[in-house]
């Protein structure tokens, strides 16, 4: 067959279309990487349905999709870490601190400045999308909720501030597989090319300053202004037919009992994650850089040939040996409760894993779709 024309972007319209109407993403990711298979196998039911689950376990084979996989999972121990070491609460403490200030200074202030608070924090978050997303969501749950705001605002502000800074700030897996690309075009400072595009980036720029105008004109629209509404009216912070994909466990965690709340012992594991994330970079695409005029020109060089999904991973694993440590040095955690937490860490994310897993296989049909 001379290529299956229409045929190769059918399998993920019909898992969108799925996605918007069912509101199962999973079954709609599974139904659109079966249909893929079974059109490559000429319509072989049989067959196509044996490739599909070869196609699953084929995902496997691609280093990068595994490391995805695997800090997807592990970012789920960071967050209950965080919690159970009772470093959301002191964090959340300092937050309620700030909003007693402004309350004070104008009723209904606090709720601009804690979603101002969200979108800075999902902008310095830049390791990776989910992460950040993930991470601003555990953070500032509990106080949105105390202000009776929507959990669709937190939802948009944790998305629309992580995802761009992700493409914006080039210490990431999307800046390196940026720079990867700008590599094959010919470029020879990929990292000085990607810094000096940054204020042609329209789309996330323009992201991030649409949320800001949100937030502090107050004026929302649309779903959004709806879900206002309803949380103004009824007190609902969700609507009744939203199917959350991440666990309120992992996202509310129990913290240690008998323990003193202490921000820092969230905020040094985050923040060795982000800055793991440039020297990880420099560090896997180091050996990589053939030519340089100088250390500053190596160091450009090594960032935009590393390894994105291995950086991210690095930069995960680091964060939760730091937070042993520290949790270790101060008798708040003893080993066994560690382990316990990264098992339940990582079986709290599964769901999110196994997401990463269809889209991966989906990503992997739909390419071969295009090139047969």
Not at 10 to 25: E, G, W
Not at 47 to 66: D, P, Q
Not at 219 to 247: C, V, Y
Request: proline share 4%; glycine share 6%; aromatic share 10%.
């Amino acid at each position: 067959m001379d290529g299956y024309g229409f045929l190769s972007i059918l399998p993920p319209i019909i898992a969108i279309v799925l996605a918007l109407r069912t509101k199962q993403v999973y079954i709609a990711l599974l139904f659109g990487i079966w249909f893929s298979w079974i059109i490559i196998n000429d319509w072989n039911f049989l067959k196509g349905s044996l490739a599909a689950i070869e196609g699953l376990v084929n995902v496997f084979k691609s280093e990068g999709n595994t490391r995805t996989i695997m800090f997807s999972a592990l970012v789920g121990a960071l967050l209950l870490f965080i919690q159970y070491s009772r470093g959301v609460e002191g964090f959340i403490n300092q937050i309620n601190k700030l909003i007693s200030y402004f309350e004070k200074k104008q009723k209904g202030y606090s709720r601009v400045v804690v979603q101002l608070l969200a979108l800075i924090t999902g902008l310095l978050l830049f390791v990776e999308t989910s992460i950040s997303s993930l991470t601003v969501g555990t953070l500032y749950r509990p106080i949105f909720d105390k202000l009776k705001i929507p959990r669709e605002k937190l939802a948009y502000i944790a998305d629309s501030s992580s995802a761009p800074s992700s493409i914006i700030i080039p210490f990431n897996a999307w800046g390196a597989f940026i720079m990867g690309l700008l590599i094959t075009q010919g470029i020879d400072n990929p990292f000085s090319m990607l810094l000096s595009s940054i204020k042609y980036n329209f789309y996330p720029l323009l992201a991030i300053l649409i949320v800001f105008l949100i937030i502090v004109t107050k004026k929302d629209f649309g779903p959004m202004a709806k879900a206002e509404k309803r949380t103004k009216e009824t007190g609902k912070l969700l609507s009744d037919n939203a199917k959350p994909m991440i666990s309120e466990t992992i996202t509310s965690y129990k913290p240690k009992e008998g323990i003193k709340a202490k921000s820092y012992n969230m905020v040094v594991p985050l923040l060795t994650m982000v800055l793991m994330m440039p020297v990880n970079l420099a560090y896997t695409g180091w050996a990589k850089v053939e030519s340089y005029s100088s250390f500053s020109d190596h160091l450009s060089q090594a960032i935009g040939k590393g390894s994105g999904s291995s950086s991210v991973l690095y930069a995960v694993i680091a964060s939760l040996l730091v937070a042993m440590v520290l949790y270790r040095t101060q008798g708040i955690m003893r080993t066994k409760e560690m382990v316990d937490l990264v098992l339940k860490g990582i079986s709290e994310l599964m769901p999110l894993a196994l997401l990463m897993l269809l889209a991966f296989a989906i990503s992997d049909a739909c390419t071969l779709l295009m090139m047969i």
